[in-house]
């Protein structure tokens, strides 16, 4: 489904590519906690990716933005974007 992540940090609008697998995440469903499918980092590209954004964990935000915002795959906010491709 997804490979790769691109990150953009709008700072000074440079951008690096991380690779992705769909694996699971907790998250509440109906009250119960679960798992369910939802893109995953493994540990070299988020570990790349957080020294990029200065400590922000972006495998968290992607994972709730594609599991509580109904498969939202891109992200433009006020520190940096993302998008799943």
Known sequence: MFTQLTITRHSDNQTIV???????????V???????????LDQDA???ARAFL????IEQHVQFLYIDGNRITSFDGDDYSYALA
């Open 46 to 48: 988020d570990d790349t």
């Open 54 to 57: 200065g400590g922000a964990n």
């Open 30 to 40: 109906g009250g119960v906690r679960e798992r369910v499918p939802a893109p995953c």
């Open 18 to 28: 991380v690779p992705v697998y769909m694996g699971t995440a907790s998250a509440d």
